[in-house]
């Protein structure tokens, strides 16, 4: 089994639609969560961290849920600039072992 | 400079060539990362430096050499590759130990092995 399993997509929405991914992981001692937003042919990029009782940054809501093993990001009222690979990415230790996702793929259309 | 910061930016090199990639970080981590992204692909982690000792080598070919001579700086020394080596290479940074503590990437090198 994957150590972190993602939807691939893609994910077609329209502008001003709300959208969500979902993220599992397989070990339970897994300690930090992220989401990185990847564009074409450009390095990940940090979204946001994922904590325990859920964070919000503007449209972005993430949250983590520690006894089903997933996380989840939500973004509201999408903009094309929304366009993008979004990666779910596991820390098993507080250390040095991240573990991505393979990505995924969503297109904001006008 | 802040953040991670790689060079080249792109390179294209034949199979007998012998190239370094060059990383720099600015941010005071003391772990290091390459990872490889083939096209459509996620991210293949290739090697871990923490506090400049190698501590993870994902089981890649001796073609490609890493060398971290201090903290804030990584190289990745190729020789002999392969065609299907052509790929993103991703360098990265974190503080090893640091409460919730995410993965800095510099902006890659698109490496085309001819």
């Known amino acids: 089994r994957k150590e972190v399993e993602q939807d691939p997509g893609p994910f077609n929405v329209p502008e001003g639609a709300t959208v969500a991914f979902n993220c599992t992981y397989s070990?339970?001692?897994?300690?930090?969560f992220f989401w990185y937003r990847q564009d074409c042919r450009k390095e990940p990029k940090l979204l946001m961290s994922v904590y325990s009782s859920g964070n919000e940054d503007g449209r972005f809501t993430a949250q983590l849920n520690r006894a089903s093993q997933y996380i989840s990001l939500l973004i509201r009222d999408s903009k094309l600039s929304d366009s993008a690979t979004y990666l779910c990415v596991v820390n098993k230790n507080t250390g040095n072992q991240f573990y991505f996702g393979t990505g995924t793929s969503l297109t904001v259309i006008p | 400079e802040t953040g991670v910061t790689q060079t080249p930016r792109h390179l294209v090199m034949g199979m007998t060539n012998k190239k370094s990639l060059k990383c720099e970080q600015h941010?005071?981590?003391?772990?290091m990362y390459w990872y490889k992204q083939s096209a459509k692909k996620p991210l293949e982690l290739m090697f871990v430096?923490?506090?400049?000792?190698?501590?993870e080598n994902n089981s890649v070919p001796s073609r490609f050499s890493p060398e971290c001579p201090n903290s804030s700086h990584l190289f990745l020394h190729l020789h002999t590759l392969q065609p299907e080596d052509s790929a993103l290479y991703l360098c990265?940074?974190?503080?090893?130990?640091?409460?919730?503590?995410?993965?800095?990437f510099g902006n890659g090198t698109r490496l085309t092995v001819t």
């Open positions: 070990n339970s001692a897994s300690q930090s």
């Open positions: 430096y923490s506090l400049e000792e190698r501590v």
């Open positions: 941010l005071g981590h003391n772990a």
């Open positions: 990265a940074s974190s503080q090893d130990g640091g409460d919730n503590s995410p993965l800095h």
